[in-house]
């Protein structure tokens, strides 16, 4: 168990290593000169080259890149070009923002989609059955931005339920912390739009995988011993049947994790809600680098960190499962 | 083998229904020229002279104008194109890699399986969308580049699924028979094992599809798509972006919708074909 740990943890890391020097030489070697957005070609040449040094690119690679690494290591990712603020201080309230946008909703999602399918497989054959698949997969099938956008159009501004997007009411919390906020009503106003479509959204897939793999779990010689044994059909499914059912679903977690984090691009573009992925698509839209490799690896550390979170679930959940 | 899959599906009402589905929107594609009624970027005015902008929809214009005064319903038509090409094209690009590093990496096993496997798991790090975003803002926004990021991507999980079917099958007597035989490793990895798998990387095809399509939407979306192409997903974009999209919801709900049309078709036809090989899942 240390072992598989130990092992798990130097992986996490090599791939956060692998993903940083990816992207360094992405943005030194392709096509584009980044620098060219700070450093305007227009500037004699002495102040270009005065530039250069100033960020450091006058040095060789190799060193900018044992420069870079280690700066990653301090967090530090150096000066925004758009903003002239410190990378680091403009995302560390962002990463929040995020996780409690994604967070519930996929709790939410997953409780509801295994429960669901369950029930759906357990019933089976009837129009309730084929009625979810269908609307589940259509859901499923909708590219989340418009449903959000559909939500904002029929529950912002027809029925004037919540408000139109942003994380709270502009002024109204002024100079209070970020915790208060938080803990505000007007808070969890703003976030209960984006919170319903997330979890309508993501509820479709395991809701689905649930009833498929119910459905085969409904099929094994176990379930019919319990049958057999005049156990009633409640206990069939929630002790037996369920519980190893559930295991296909656990392992798909860090990949819906992952479309979710990701996803989170779009959903806060569309809400206006300040969280990394926005931060990330300004960013980009503004060639404000620094800004950009920053978001990204925040982002992939929160996938990285989530991948490995489900997997430790998914051991204690199979016992089955030994670690070497 | 073609003739097969739809045998298949064609046996499930929700896969026959995903197929008729499906390849309505292909012939709207093709013949999205005969089909659109105006050209999409062709901007309209009245008999007074003034752009028709946001006008609902009428029987001059079936789903009304944008803020440009174009023909929603005509960009709806055209709109289709990118999703297919990209899709079908990724799709292909995606299971062409998946299936031949799933395939070496589960039989040869030992430290080939051990550092292919490795780099699948760094790239099963790689944060979806954001990774794309910047390939796109690095590398130029084209169609071109956009199935390279998606292909780049997108691998990853075919070519895990492939591995674990090709390292049970590599177990089965067939293939020691092939061994014996004298065959080489190149046959029995492409002759004997790879027939065996088709099934699975087909379902790869269809589901691959359905992502790379609902992901080119939001690429669009978020306006990285390719600035010369119009797509469902930059048609909403164009609409986000102007902020009229509460108020045009005829300039909206369209392109959605024929996303949510499109993928839904492709789904039901993966899940038919998916029901057909694993027999349990089936009967409704």
Redesign the interface.
Known sequence: MIKYLINRILLMVLTLFVLATLMFFMFRMLPGDPTMTVISSALNPKAQEEMKRQYGLDKPLHEQYAAYLRNIVCLDFGYSFQHNRKVSDMISGRLLNTILLILPSMIAAYALGVVGGALIAWKRGGKLEIGTVIVSTAFQSAPVFWLSMLAIFVFSVHLDLFPLGHIVSPGMHHGKSQWAIYFSLDFLHHLALPFIVNTLYNLCFPLLLMRSSMLETLGEDYVELCRMKGLPERKIIYNHAMRNSFLPIATTLPLILGWAVAGSVVIETVFSWPGLGLLMVEAVQRSDYPLVQACFLLIAVLTIVGNFVADLLYGILDPRIVYE | MLGDFLRFIARSK?GMFGLILFAACVLVAVFAPVLAPYEPMQKHYDVSGKLMKLRPPSQEHLLGTTILGRDVFSQLIWGGRPALVIGLLTAMGVVLIGVNIGLIAGYYGGWIDNLLM?IT??F????????I???L????RSLWTIILALVIIMWR?TARVIRSQVLSLRERSFVDAARVSGASSLKIIYVEIAPNIFPVALVNVVFAL?WAI?TE??IG????GDPNVLSW?SI?YEA?ASEM??KA?WW??P??AA??????A???IG?AYEEMINP??K??
């Open positions: 929700l490795r798991d760094i099963m790090g790689l944060p979806f969308l954001p990774f975003i910047v390939v803002s690095l590398t130029g999980s359905a609902i939407a939001s979306f978020l306006g990285f997903g909403i986000f999209s509460y919801w909206v709900i392109p959605g996303i949510m049309i499109l993928v839904t492709v789904y039901f899940r349990r899942l009967k409704w």
